[in-house]
T-cell receptor, first 113, second 114 residues
Framework: DTEVTQTPKHLVMGMTNKKSLKCEQH?????MYWYKQKAKKPPELMFVYSYEKLSINESVPSRFSPECPNSSLLNLHLHALQPEDSALYLCASSDDQGSYEQYFGPGTRLTVT | DQQVKQNSPSLSVQEGRISILNCDYTNSMFDYFLWYKKYPAEGPTFLISISSIKDKNEDGRFTVFLNKSAKHLSLHIVPSQPGDSAVYFC?????????????FGTGTRLKVLA
């Protein structure tokens, strides 16, 4: 099973809303990632969790708040977003023991109005 | 500073012929490389990877070649099929850094013509 699941698939939120994106994997991977992707651009790394601890924050604004409740789950809490934050948000996971393939979820299409 | 580059933004190939997608990198510490295929509004799909201890890895119609001295890798798809039409990204990682960070190239849009 190489599946990473993300919910919701689509999300529309106003600039004053609070919402959360969810990601789940059951591959036993110890690293999990959030990426943001705009149209015709490569995925842009936001956060990396390694063994449930935040290991990389790519200078992401505090209106994005990641959370890793356990080794299978990764959340991204959203608050007071701007229209320019509208993008495809991708979750990914990877192993760190001999195989470094990174697997992506289908993404959440976020629109901020 | 773009550490991973895909200099061809687009490529058109006739069905049945070979598609060659190229990727260059600048960081000599990168030791693991991946290729992804991406359709619009979907997450990237992992295709194939290669470690720097190898110079070739093959999986069905997909072969990745790595030239460490030139800091260059390429993805060969043969024979190309219309369903291969998508954006292809290469990604690189320094697995010794412990950061689990992957750097993506800018992508190449492949169009396979029937």
């Amino acid at each position: 099973d190489t599946e990473v699941t993300q919910t919701p698939k689509h999300l529309v939120m106003g600039m004053t809303n609070k919402k959360s994106l969810k990601c789940e994997q059951h591959m036993g991977h110890r690293a999990m990632y959030w990426y943001k992707q705009k149209a015709k651009k490569p995925p842009e790394l936001m956060f990396v969790y390694s063994y449930e601890k935040l290991s990389i924050n790519e200078s992401v604004p505090s209106r994005f708040s990641p959370e890793c409740p356990n080794s299978s789950l990764l959340n991204l809490h959203l608050h007071a977003l701007q229209p320019e934050d509208s993008a495809l948000y991708l979750c990914a996971s990877s192993d760190d023991q001999g195989s470094y393939e990174q697997y992506f979820g289908p993404g959440t299409r976020l629109t901020v109005t | 500073d773009q550490q991973v580059k895909q200099n061809s933004p687009s490529l058109s190939v006739q069905e049945g012929r070979i598609s060659i997608l190229n990727c260059d990198y600048t960081n000599s510490m990168f030791d693991y490389f991946l290729w992804y295929k991406k359709y619009p509004a979907e997450g990237p799909t992992f295709l194939i990877s290669i470690s720097s201890i190898k110079d070739k890895n093959e999986d069905g119609r997909f072969t990745v070649f790595l030239n460490k001295s030139a800091k260059h890798l390429s993805l060969h798809i043969v024979p190309s099929q219309p369903g291969d039409s998508a954006v292809y990204f290469c990604a690189a990682s320094d697995t010794t850094s412990g950061t689990y960070k992957y750097i993506f190239g800018t992508g190449t849009r492949l169009k396979v013509l029937a």
